[in-house]
Antibody
Framework: EMQLVESGGGLVQPGGSLKLSCAAS????????IHWVRQASGKGLEWVGR??????????AYAASVKGRFTISRDDSKNMAYLQMNSLKTDDTAVYYC??????????WGQGTMVTVSS | QSALTQPRSVSGSPGQSVTISCSGT?????????ASWYQQHPGKVPKLIIY???KRPSGVPARFSGSKSGNTASLTISGLQAEDEADYYC???????????FGGGTKLTVL
């Protein structure tokens, strides 16, 4: 079964940092494009960023709302992707999904991990 | 980064058809045939139901279909069933600056 499993969510104070992890299984992770998508409670989906694969030099890109604060990385030897979140704001409170992009759509979604930014 | 525009809600009776629109611009929906649609039941993970405007992943019923005209993509659900009641999101590539953008979501109610 193709699967993505996020972990690392929790409660953090404004200005703090948190690192989310995403464990992949059941597919060729090293050849996959991995994105992060978030969803605030009762709100819609928001694209956060992505990391390409090795042939594309693991290039990253981010939404304007998180650029300069969030960093996506991956470790293909461990089938893992990561989302490092710094300078967190209350507006970053959301469920964060790790997602595989296949061609031009997001076909595998993790179960999500909740991040709460609050004092 | 502007979201694509979807109606907040739509409704239909069992057996009827409903169409959900997703309005973008000539830089996103209009520029690429990459529109995709996701179904999300309450408390559940989004599920891909349409990609590349009108293609269905394996296992998605043929009742779900997609189309595009100009800067607007549409999802049509024929023969509505109670289980179709969910939130629906469109998404597309917005170019090298915007990258990926979602619609605000549409709540489908089956009456």
């Amino acid at each position: 079964e193709m699967q993505l499993v996020e972990s690392g969510g929790g409660l953090v104070q404004p200005g703090g940092s948190l690192k989310l992890s995403c464990a992949a299984s059941g597919f060729t992770f090293r050849a996959s494009l991995i994105h992060w998508v978030r969803q605030a409670s009762g709100k819609g989906l928001e694209w956060v960023g992505r990391i390409r694969d090795k042939p594309d030099n693991y290039a990253t890109a981010y939404a304007a709302s998180v650029k300069g604060r969030f960093t996506i990385s991956r470790d293909d030897s461990k089938n893992m992707a990561y989302l490092q979140m710094n300078s967190l704001k209350t507006d970053d409170t959301a469920v964060y999904y790790c997602v595989r992009r296949l061609f031009n759509a997001f076909d595998i979604w993790g179960q999500g991990t909740m991040v709460t930014v609050s004092s | 980064q502007s979201a694509l525009t979807q109606p907040r809600s739509v409704s239909g009776s069992p057996g009827q058809s409903v169409t959900i629109s997703c309005s973008g611009t000539s830089s996103d929906i209009g520029a690429y045939n990459y529109a995709s649609w996701y179904q999300q039941h309450p408390g559940k993970v989004p599920k891909l139901i349409i990609y590349d405007v009108n293609k269905r992943p394996s296992g998605v019923p043929a009742r779900f279909s997609g189309s595009k005209s100009g800067n607007t993509a549409s999802l049509t659900i024929s023969g509505l069933q109670a289980e179709d009641e969910a939130d629906y999101y469109c998404c597309t590539y917005g170019g090298s600056y915007i990258l990926w953008v979602f619609g605000g979501g549409t709540k489908l109610t089956v009456l």
